[in-house]
């Protein structure tokens, strides 16, 4: 499990001199028990394998490396679009030594067709761990074309030559922001979870597609707690959108563990979502970080409310009302059971959404997916005018 330090006292730039460090362990901030799984089959599901992991210079992708090569796989695919990530990555892998695993990192974009279909042709992996994607809601909701471009049409691009190239497994990292979407970037998951239903139907797809939501990850790059232990190390006002903003939080290890476990036992057309036990008040979550400081909220520390970001809403949900699911053998994982989807439907409306996104004009972009997303309505967006726009089109 990951640590984080906090700083006793604030240092000058570049002085390190007296730094006295407070070490606080993640598992801290999360009211409940860490969870594991039984690693017996995950080796037997991993072992002599050619895996492939997408977003491999990321948080998740370089924990799912980690893990993965724990369990001797014949092939390993790095894939990762930040060539700087990829350069970290050989360094980290020169510290592992994986004399088992043929290892190879590749600085390729998903999106790309010819240099994805030269490495599946080339490799042929048997399991892809897809974990690419732009993940930022704010960002996303104000670059509608990236979150399409990256998330829905590199996912799309993965999951057909998949089929290409008969890989027995693809394992697709989701998120709870999918469920009801508010925002483009949940939107965007939420279209790949369809197109990737639409493929377990076709019966020329050997390929089995498995779906995994689970919500924020602590700790990742660019998320709120290395946010928070740099503000409190500055002894800088806590940064936060609304005092009743709740999430559901998981550690990066437990998410990769999942990862795996979903790939292990999951079938065609399933998604598995976590227990990630009740979701977290982030003002509560600020407060007890400022604590484990040994500081004072509203005295060393103040809280201050930004307002929430675009995209956002104040709960996330794991599953839709309509959302048949079960629980497994596993007490914390719940198989959902999605919508049936139609693969000439849905064919047709990434057609549309192609041509919206020729034109470059993101409010076409995102009307086209709410078309394919109904569900999808915009919070604290400017694109909350299409869905009026819906809904006057209804009253005529």
Do not use: W
């Not at 190879?104 to 974990?131: C, E, L, S």
Request: glycine letters at 6%; charged letters at 25%.
């Amino acid at each position: 499990m990951a640590d984080f330090l906090f700083s006793k006292t604030p240092t000058p730039e570049n002085d390190f001199h007296g730094h006295q460090p407070l070490k606080f362990n993640m598992a801290d901030l999360l009211d409940r028990e860490m969870i594991d799984f039984d690693k017996g089959n995950i080796n037997a599901f991993i072992k002599g394998r050619k895996i492939m992991i997408t977003g491999a210079a990321g948080s998740i992708g370089k924990e799912l490396m980690r893990q993965i090569i724990a369990f001797k796989p014949k092939q390993l695919l790095l894939i990762d679009s930040n060539e700087s990530g990829i350069y970290e990555l050989d360094a980290l892998l020169r510290e592992i030594s994986p004399d088992e695993t043929d290892v190879q990192t590749m600085p390729a974009n998903v999106t790309d067709n010819h240099r994805m279909m030269h490495i599946f042709k080339k490799y042929r992996p048997q399991v892809i761990f897809h974990a690419a994607a732009n993940k930022h809601v704010p960002i996303m909701e104000k670059h509608p074309y990236e979150a399409i471009r990256n998330n829905i049409f590199g996912t799309k691009l993965l999951a057909d030559l998949s089929v290409m190239y008969k890989a027995e497994k693809f394992i697709f990292v989701s998120t709870d922001k999918a469920v009801n979407p508010s925002g483009v970037m949940g939107a965007s998951k939420r279209v790949c979870e369809m197109y990737l239903q639409s493929l377990n139907d076709k019966p020329v797809a050997k390929t089995r597609f498995v779906t995994i939501r689970f919500g924020n990850v602590l700790g990742t790059q660019g998320s709120v707690l290395p946010l928070f232990v740099k503000q409190i190390n500055d002894r800088a006002s806590l940064t936060l959108t609304h005092p009743e903003m709740t999430r559901y939080f998981i550690t990066v290890q437990e998410a990769c563990l999942l990862v795996l476990e979903a790939g292990t036992v999951g079938q065609a057309g399933e998604v598995f979502v976590f227990d990630m036990g009740e979701p977290v008040v982030i003002k509560n979550m600020a407060e007890k970080l400022i604590g484990l400081a040994g500081l004072t909220t509203g005295i060393d520390i103040k809280l201050t409310y930004t307002g929430l970001r675009p995209g956002e809403k104040l709960l996330e949900e794991r599953l839709r009302n309509d959302e048949a699911h079960r629980v497994t053998r596993h007490a914390k994982i719940t198989i959902a059971f999605l919508r049936p989807v139609c693969s000439h439907t849905i064919s047709s409306l990434l057609q549309l959404l192609e041509q919206a996104m020729e034109t470059g004009d993101d409010d076409k972009m995102v009307a086209v997916l709410k078309e394919v997303v109904p569900e999808y309505i915009s919070n604290n967006s400017p694109f909350e005018k299409l869905d009026s726009m819906k809904k006057e089109n209804i009253r005529v």
